[in-house]
């Protein structure tokens, strides 16, 4: 077995460490699929574009649309133990159109609105300020603390349809995430991981869902390289028979070249996914991140989209990836974007959130209040 480690320049080191646990559990299981059938044809993609939306905080006209946040209902209807993953022939890798133009995205940020609570007496302003964040969806990741992926993500997505919206589901398992970095875990081999993804891919079953597949796997190799791919190929597999949209994460621009993830996407079976994620995590402003997406959509055959991850990007990068202080929220989740190939701007990483143990901050995940606020406040939220 090869064991190969490649690790980003160290002035732009890899993209900030993820949820470790979730905020609160969601629930149930359908199956796997039965053989692989092959890819028919790639139909021809017309993106919509548009003007980026105005940023958060600075006008009341806002664009994104974003839903009210709340916890997933504890009565969801599971679907039955027995049932089997649907029969039916793959789906097309790239939709007619931009397939979330005009979506309501759906995720709670359980956090900011305990925190507006937290605050109503004493801080009535800063509370104000939390609960717009509340309000605004972010993506929901799931991993090895979800012991039943399937009902985990069938909650999810009952609470999403509740509310006419669709929701962004982080699949964040790979074995040797994040190569022993702030985020490690994942499963504990390949066969458990594509047990964990075939059921993860259950949950969603026939239901529309926004799918970020595995943040950093690409753009930061270790261990078994072949079987990282072989991974990721079976995970869009899965996910291509079922109705979720999936996006390949492809780590951001000041990362790996586009020619090169570019490569490691073909290898990684992105001709069945819809496309690719960017800045997951980062702060890597979504002007770069739009050029650097053309860039990397005209390398690859057939028709593809992508999404940036636009939660913490208002101000930029500044070099640092862990907690960095002057950051700034970025526009608000839309599938209305400036760029010909970019199919939404949406909230990946559950601002707020600890990138680890580094700039005064506690373990990967936990929450930061004061944090979350320094965000908002610099991205001109007020009140």
């Known amino acids: 077995m090869t064991l190969t480690r490649q690790s980003p320049p160290p002035t732009e080191r890899r993209v900030a460490s993820h949820r470790r646990k979730p905020s609160h559990p969601p629930g149930m299981w359908l199956g ?54 649907s029969a039916s022939p793959k789906a097309s890798a790239s939709a007619s159109g931009n397939p979330l133009a005009g979506v309501r995205f759906y995720g709670p940020n359980d956090n900011a609105a305990g925190q507006a609570r937290a605050w109503e007496a004493g801080r009535p302003a800063d ?41 962004v589901l982080v699949a964040y398992n790979m074995p040797h995430r994040d190569c022993g970095g702030h985020s490690g ?32 796997a690409l753009a930061q190799l270790c261990g078994d390289v072949e079987a990282r791919y072989a991974n990721l190929r079976h995970a869009v597999d899965r996910l291509s028979r079922t109705g979720a949209v999936t996006y390949l994460d492809a780590g951001h621009a000041n990362w790996l070249s586009a020619g090169e993830m570019a490569s490691r996407l073909k290898k990684a079976g992105v001709a069945e996914a819809r496309g690719f994620a960017l ?20 390398m690859l055959p057939g028709d593809h989209g992508y999404v940036i991850d636009t939660s913490r990007n208002g101000n930029g990068a500044s070099g640092e990836w862990c907690n960095p202080p002057g950051r700034a929220l970025g526009a608000k989740p839309t599938g209305k974007t400036k760029y010909k190939n970019a199919d939404a701007y949406l909230w990946v990483k ?34």
Do not use: H
């Open 127 to 167: 509370a104000a300020i939390m609960r717009q964040m509340a309000s605004t969806p972010v993506a929901i990741w799931f991993g090895e603390w979800n012991a039943d992926p399937t009902g985990d993500v069938r909650t999810v997505i009952s609470a999403a349809k509740a509310q006419g919206a669709v929701p």
């Open 32 to 85: 796997v699929a039965a053989t692989l059938a092959l890819l028919a044809a790639a139909v021809v993609v017309v993106l919509t574009t548009g003007s980026d939306p105005v940023p958060p905080g600075t006008a009341a006209s806002e664009t994104g649309g974003p839903v009210t946040s709340g916890a997933a209902p504890s009565g969801t209807a599971r679907p039955s133990a027995s049932a089997k993953p």
């Open 279 to 298: 800045n997951v995590s980062n702060f890597v402003t979504t002007a770069k991140s739009g050029e650097y997406g053309e860039s990397l959509a005209a």
């Open 350 to 383: 559950v601002v707020g959130e600890s990138d680890g143990e580094c700039n005064g901050g506690p373990a990967a995940g936990q929450w930061m209040p004061e944090y979350a606020l320094e965000l908002a406040k610099s991205a001109g939220w007020k009140a």
């Open 185 to 216: 875990g994942g499963a504990a081999s390949d066969a458990a991981y594509k047990t964990w993804i075939t059921k993860f891919a259950a949950g969603v079953g026939s239901d529309k869902a926004v799918v970020i597949l595995e943040p950093d």
